[in-house]
């Protein structure tokens, strides 16, 4: 037990180190585990800009095909679509949850299994065109961080 805190603390300290000087702060990362005979999982995350800049897409070793994809009521069915890109307003939180926005992660190249981390890659534009990327490590677990809810 005492282990896991100590490295949940490191993942933490490294996160906040990255969000420091990045255009974008990443808060609640979290994915999916799969059962046997799973080929979808689903990244889930709260992307806050410093300034204008949109999501472009992302990608992870973990998984051949990533897409922006939106969970939406249609009538009184939920449908799934591809979102394509988001544009997030500075300082105004782009939250990716389960039932809306959320990453996609298909043609999965793991077991994806509880209790492991995956490497995140995010891909954005800014507002003069300037691509950049943020690279972070997102926890695969049962449910959503704590920092999710706030
Ligand atoms: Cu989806």
Redesign the pocket.
């Known amino acids: 037990m005492r282990k896991v805190l100590a490295s949940l603390l490191l993942a933490t300290a490294g996160l906040a180190a990255q969000a420091a000087d990045a255009p974008v702060k990443v808060e609640g990362a979290w994915a999916r585990p799969i059962v046997p005979g799973q080929q979808?999982s689903?990244a889930y995350m709260t992307l806050t800009a410093r300034a204008p800049v949109t999501l472009l897409g992302a990608e992870t070793p973990a998984a051949g095909i990533v897409?922006i994809?939106q969970?939406k009521m249609e009538g009184d069915v939920m449908k799934?679509r591809a979102a394509g890109e988001l544009a997030l307003a500075p300082g105004k939180p782009l939250q990716l949850a389960p039932g809306g926005y959320?990453f996609?992660l298909m043609d999965l190249q793991d077991p994806f299994k509880a209790g492991t981390q995956i490497p995140f890659t995010l891909h954005f534009r800014d507002a003069k065109g300037q691509a950049s990327t943020l690279q972070l490590q997102v926890p695969v677990q049962m449910r959503a961080p704590h920092a999710a809810h706030q």
């Open positions: 979808s689903g897409e994809h969970m799934m959320h996609m």
